[in-house]
């Protein structure tokens, strides 16, 4: 079992930038792929970011590419996401996942455990 919390969200202008963590319990957070994903109003949820088991792979969508940094920490049993020059589109709550294998997917199916997800909104 994997327990997830998000924090660091909060109210931001555009261009600004926050920095969103989530702290996982368990001994299985090193082992695991992890993402980051966003859920708009009416909108269903959608990929951000992925990072490998040990950090070196990263998967980012073409929306953030350029503005967001995912980054893990497993001996904090950490992740990380990194939001530069943030917009009013990337509005939503955003939920960090732990996937089922040691690489992270695109895929919502392929994550087993999410956090209850943190409010991010950006004011134009």
């Known amino acids: 079992q994997v327990q997830l919390v998000e924090s660091g969200g909060g109210l931001v202008q555009a261009g600004g930038s926050l920095r969103l963590s989530c702290a996982a319990s368990?001994?299985?957070?090193?082992?695991?792929?992890m993402g980051w994903f966003r859920q708009a109003p009416g909108k269903e949820r959608e990929f951000v970011a992925g990072?490998?088991?040990?950090?070196?792979?990263?998967y980012y969508t073409d929306a953030v590419k350029g503005r967001f940094t995912i980054s893990r920490d497993n001996a904090k049993n950490t992740l990380y996401l990194q939001m530069n020059s943030l917009k009013p589109e990337d509005t939503a709550v955003y939920y960090c996942?732990?996937?089922?294998?040691?690489?992270?997917?695109?895929?919502?199916?392929?994550?087993?455990?999410w956090g209850q997800g943190t409010q991010v909104t950006v004011s134009s």
């Open positions: 368990g001994r299985t957070f090193s082992s695991v792929g």
């Open positions: 996942a732990a996937s089922r294998t040691a690489y992270a997917s695109i895929y919502l199916h392929e994550y087993r455990y």
């Open positions: 990072i490998s088991y040990s950090g070196g792979i990263t």
